[in-house]
């Protein structure tokens, strides 16, 4: 079973940086192998999840949410098997949750439906102050 770890949230002024990690275990063949598609996703109370980059197993051109363009950059190690999110310029409005994603092997998700993604790790808060 894949097993996805977040670190690296914390608290910043607006303007600064944070970088989170995932972590990937658990997998039977190489993580490149093992999951597709992997992401970050970030909620907060009372609103549904919503995504924020995403990048596929080989070579993938990253997707991201119009609100990350240019402020966030998503890359994935797959000697390491591990997922960033370097998150640059901050604003207040990118405080929440965030949750690194992975989907099965072949399968197409897309940031627009989180319940498409098959595997969660637990979140690491992310809060910016103005």
């Known amino acids: 079973q894949v097993e996805l770890v977040e670190s690296g949230g914390g608290s910043v002024q607006a303007g600064g940086s944070l970088s989170l990690s995932c972590v990937v275990s658990?997998?039977?063949?190489?993580?490149?192998?093992?999951?597709?598609?992997m992401g970050w996703f970030r909620q907060t109370p009372g609103k549904e999840r919503e995504g924020v980059a995403r990048v596929g197993a080989f070579d993938d051109i990253p997707l991201y949410a119009d609100s990350a363009k240019g402020r966030f950059t998503v890359s994935r190690d797959n000697s390491k098997a591990t997922l960033t999110l370097q998150m640059n310029s901050l604003k207040p409005e990118d405080t929440g949750m965030y949750y690194c994603a992975a989907a099965r092997p072949g399968s197409y998700v897309n940031l627009d439906n989180f319940k498409n993604w098959d595997y969660w790790g637990q979140g690491t808060q992310v809060t910016v102050s103005s």
């Open positions: 658990g997998y039977k063949y190489k993580p490149e192998y093992s999951t597709g598609y």
